[in-house]
């Protein structure tokens, strides 16, 4: 009898000790489907420049001229989206007669949300102006921005527009 009682002993420790391990892999692997598909859904947000050849005016026919593209391609609406940039890049743009450098206005302003597989875009005006502007046309910076469940993220990115004075040969650098 009192073999048969340790055997049931040991038998009733082992299961559970089965059963505690079963358990912990289960909640596991549980905990990382659920961080897989929070991943798969949250919103992804990036910035993009997009070159076009603009003409019209005499002095700028046929040069590049460039969209700045804040682009969520994630599943979920992004929100409270800051970007911070250094420098802070601007168009340079003639108001009234007077030159000014224009921010683009999502740089400049938090963006209060953007719907998933959607953006937003404003000009940079002739890209040849950044070297006017800049002495160094390279820009890195920061996307901060939540979820709906308010988990931050941030994400980097970074233009250099110094590329363009060989692949674009009317863009003239005094600098280089």
Same mark, same amino acid.
């Given at each position: 009898?009192?073999?048969?009682?340790?055997?049931?002993?040991?038998?009733?420790?082992?299961?559970?000790?089965?059963?505690?391990?079963?358990?912990?892999?289960?909640?596991?692997?549980?905990?990382?489907?659920?961080?897989?598909?929070?991943?798969?859904?949250?919103?992804?947000?990036?910035?993009?420049?997009?070159?076009?050849?603009?003409g019209g005016l005499e002095n700028f026919s046929g040069s590049p001229y460039g969209y700045l593209f804040l682009s969520n391609t994630g599943l979920?609406?992004?929100?409270?989206?800051?970007?911070?940039?250094?420098?802070?890049?601007?168009?340079?743009?003639?108001?009234? $007669?007077?030159?000014?450098?224009?921010?683009?206005?999502?740089?400049?302003?938090?963006?209060?949300?953007?719907? =998933?597989?959607?953006?937003?875009?404003?000009?940079? $005006?002739?890209? $040849?102006?950044?070297?006017?502007?800049?002495?160094? =046309?390279?820009?890195?910076?920061?996307?901060?921005?939540?979820?709906? @469940?308010?988990?931050?993220?941030?994400?980097?990115?970074?233009?250099?527009?110094?590329?363009?004075?060989?692949?674009? =040969?009317?863009?003239?650098?005094? @600098?280089?």
């Amino acid at each position: 009898m009192l073999v048969l009682t340790a055997v049931y002993v040991i038998a009733t420790i082992a299961i559970l000790g089965v059963m505690t391990w079963s358990n912990l892999l289960t909640r596991k692997s549980i905990e990382q489907a659920k961080e897989l598909e929070l991943q798969r859904l949250r919103p992804y947000l990036s910035l993009s420049v997009k070159i076009v050849l603009k003409g019209g005016l005499e002095n700028f026919s046929g040069s590049p001229y460039g969209y700045l593209f804040l682009s969520n391609t994630g599943l979920t609406q992004a929100n409270n989206i800051q970007i911070h940039m250094s420098p802070q890049i601007a168009a340079k743009s003639m108001i009234c $007669g007077e030159n000014v450098n224009i921010i683009p206005y999502f740089v400049e302003h938090k963006t209060p949300y953007l719907a =998933p597989n959607s953006n937003i875009s404003d000009d940079l $005006g002739f890209l $040849g102006n950044l070297f006017e502007v800049f002495e160094k =046309p390279i820009f890195i910076g920061t996307i901060t921005y939540t979820d709906l @469940n308010n988990k931050i993220y941030k994400d980097n990115f970074s233009f250099d527009f110094t590329t363009m004075t060989t692949a674009c =040969p009317y863009i003239e650098n005094e @600098n280089a």
